[in-house]
Structures are given as structure tokens and as C-alpha cells.
């Protein structure tokens, strides 16, 4: 992952944050030649875990198939050039992309992946809507998609009397 910038939150919800554990949500999903508009299923990107998680990057990895559902060699060059996604906050109601994008205009060139200079906060019961495209002519595309970042631990109230 990226660096991290120099100065972290230190509170969340009034709480001081006293240990970040690395932590990812990913997701895979085949998606038929030419297909449009298919959506990862729900669950897939839904934080289900009591502790708030920092998403700082989203990795998107993608894989041509053959008739038999078997990687065709390494993908070939530029196959970002050949699916699109389009992600939205589930519980938040907001897009983060405008439309349906290339991935690879998403992607640093340095980390292939996509940083998010400021960390998106999920809380249990939140989560993104991804949907994809496939542009490819003849082949089934694997798309593999992981949100990493961080749980948040929080120090408890203390209980002074």
C-alpha cells in the first residue's frame, strides 16, 4: 500500500484510536463478454465487522478466461483498457466515481492500484455498490477487487468514579 501521509487522526467519535489493524475486503466476480452493468453481489463489499475500517486504496486486478473458465496465459497488456467499474457509498448515497470509468484511469502507475489520499471511513452495516463492464468481444473477464486499509481500535471510556 502506499504511504500513509505523516499525521494520522487520532480520535474517532470522541474516542482516542489506539491500534490500526491492516485489514482488506475483496471481491471476485466473472463477467460475461460484453456484459454491462453487473453488479458485485451484495454482501461482497457490505463491513459486517463491530470495528470501523480506514479504506485507503483499492486494488483492481483483471483476468481474460477462456471457454473453460481458465486464465488465458498472463493478462494480456492494456487489459485494463477493457473493464470498467463504477463504485458508490452503499449507506452514504454518494458516487465515487461519476460514471462507469476505465480502470486503468484509475490506477497510480506506482502502486496499480488506486490511493485515496484521505481514508473513507465504513461503519458495520456500510459498504460500496460496484458494477462492472466487460469490453472484451469474446472472452469472460475475472474481476478481482480489494478495498485495504485499516480497523480502528478504539480505547474504551474509562470508568472512573
Given at each position: 500500500m502506499h504511504d500513509m501521509p505523516y499525521k494520522l487522526p487520532t480520535h474517532y467519535a470522541n474516542k482516542r484510536i489506539k491500534l490500526r489493524v491492516p485489514y482488506s475486503m475483496p471481491g471476485l466476480l466473472d463477467i460475461p463478454a460484453?456484459?454491462?452493468?453487473?453488479e458485485f453481489p451484495d454482501s461482497t463489499?457490505?463491513?459486517?465487522?463491530?470495528?470501523p475500517f480506514e479504506v485507503w486504496d483499492m486494488q483492481?486486478?483483471?483476468?481474460?478466461?477462456d471457454g473453460n473458465?481458465?486464465?488465458i496465459a498472463a493478462p494480456a497488456p492494456g487489459?485494463?483498457?477493457f473493464w470498467s467499474i463504477r463504485v458508490q457509498a452503499l449507506s452514504k448515497n454518494q458516487a465515487i466515481t461519476k460514471n462507469t470509468?476505465?480502470?486503468?484511469?484509475?490506477?497510480?502507475r506506482d502502486t496499480e492500484g488506486w490511493y485515496w489520499r484521505q481514508?473513507?471511513?465504513l461503519e458495520r452495516a456500510e459498504g460500496f455498490i460496484v458494477s462492472t463492464d466487460n469490453a472484451l468481444a469474446n472472452n469472460v473477464l475475472r474481476a478481482s477487487i480489494t478495498f485495504r486499509g485499516f480497523?480502528?481500535?478504539l480505547d474504551v471510556p474509562s470508568e472512573t468514579r
Open positions: 460484453q456484459g454491462a452493468g453487473i463489499f457490505l463491513h459486517s465487522v463491530e470495528l483492481m486486478h483483471g483476468a481474460q478466461l473458465n481458465i486464465p487489459i485494463d483498457w470509468q476505465l480502470v486503468q484511469s484509475l490506477k497510480d481514508p473513507w471511513l480497523l480502528v481500535v
